[in-house]
């Protein structure tokens, strides 16, 4: 799919030659070795975009660690987007969106065995999880992580939405892109995400055609599955089961995510309307917006009617001072995962796998290396 121009386009171009000129010169800065690349005697995982938004990072990330963490001591890394603290802290099950975001708090409560952290320089980072002798890391996680050139991953994974492929893109903020696509060179692994099931094989052909894949770059195709959707206030209300799936009910769908458009369409699957609120991607809700939400959830007319959120949306509703307003509503989060199509779960495994177990310490002694 071609990129579609946004609104006042024409009034972006300019800056986004100017966006482009910016991260041009930063990657040639790496390219000359003025700016350094570090690489890590351990193996680390990068998972990102070239786009803004919406490919689906957090989804992979928690598959990878789901994957890898009861053959080996992973953690994850994250800069922990829209925290209000700063520098480098471990992601606990008691902590808050605002100490440190809402996707590693997110990955904790699924996995709460690994370690999760953040902080805004991935190499400092790197280096306190691997100065941590107690917790022995044997392989790292680095969440949204393709644009930061001061780490070179052992895996690089670039995630290309299938709906915003990027065919004749451009720059932020006239276009999606955060840098050129001929960057997707950097990657190991290529993922397209929220691809069809329906696709036709002559239609998959033509889009590996397409990337112009190298040699050594493997691809494969995901797409998100919806899970059961779990109560967010369990106990505070009548309803805090999913049966309401199997009837339809009316939802108020609130979202702060940079794409809705996949899970819209899922609920109008179980639903009699949908009325929708939504805010910005990572959206701090405000005791306003509870009171606004309330109050629109009261004038849906009838009596099956059910509030219905995203995962990582939750946590942050649950966290705002007059929660209390919504906790009688039957309320729900979905929460999701990926699924690998054409039999690729198995090699991806596989892929993942082989390069931890070849490439994990032996001893706990680091040492880094600057290129």
Do not use: W
């Amino acid at each position: 799919m071609a990129y579609k121009q946004k609104k006042y386009g024409l009034l972006l171009y300019p800056i986004s030659l100017l966006y482009g000129f910016a991260v041009g010169f930063r990657n040639l800065l790496f390219n000359l070795n003025i700016l350094h690349t570090h690489e890590f005697p351990i193996p680390v995982i990068g998972v990102g975009n070239i786009t803004v938004g919406g490919t689906g990072k957090t989804p992979h990330v928690e598959y990878i660690a789901g994957l890898l963490k009861y053959d080996f001591r992973i953690a994850t890394l994250s800069r922990g987007y829209k925290r209000k603290t700063h520098g480098f802290g471990e992601v606990h099950l008691n902590s808050t969106t605002k100490e440190v975001g809402d996707e590693p708090l997110q990955i904790k409560n699924k996995h709460p065995e690994i370690i999760v952290s953040v902080d805004e320089s991935r190499v400092d980072g790197i280096r306190k999880l691997m100065a941590d002798k107690e917790k022995q890391i044997q392989v790292i996680l680095l969440d949204d992580a393709f644009q930061h050139r001061y780490v070179k991953p052992g895996i690089s994974i670039l995630l290309i939405d299938y709906n915003r492929l990027l065919t004749n893109d451009h720059f932020l903020p006239y276009g999606n892109l955060r840098e050129r696509e001929h960057n997707k060179i950097k990657a190991n692994i290529i993922i397209i995400t929220k691809m069809p099931y329906e696709i036709k094989p002559i239609e998959r052909r033509i889009l590996e055609k397409n990337l112009q894949l190298f040699p050594y770059q493997t691809l494969y195709f995901t797409n998100i599955k919806y899970k059961n959707p779990v109560s967010i206030f369990p106990g505070k209300t009548s309803t805090t089961n999913y049966s309401f799936i199997k009837n339809k009910y009316h939802v108020l769908l609130v979202t702060g995510i940079a794409n809705h458009g996949e899970l819209i369409k899922h609920i109008k699957q179980f639903s009699l309307s949908i009325t929708h609120l939504f805010f910005k991607d990572h959206y701090s809700f405000k005791e306003k917006d509870i009171e606004k939400i309330s109050k629109t959830f009261k004038q849906i007319t009838g009596e099956n009617k059910v509030l219905i959120t995203t995962e990582k949306d939750s946590l942050r509703l649950r966290e705002t001072q007059n929660s209390y307003l919504i906790e009688d509503i039957p309320s729900f989060y979905i929460p999701i995962e990926i699924d690998f199509l054409y039999s690729d779960k198995n090699r991806f495994n596989k892929q993942i796998t082989e390069y931890v177990r070849k490439n994990k310490p032996v001893s706990s002694i680091y040492s880094e290396r600057n290129k």
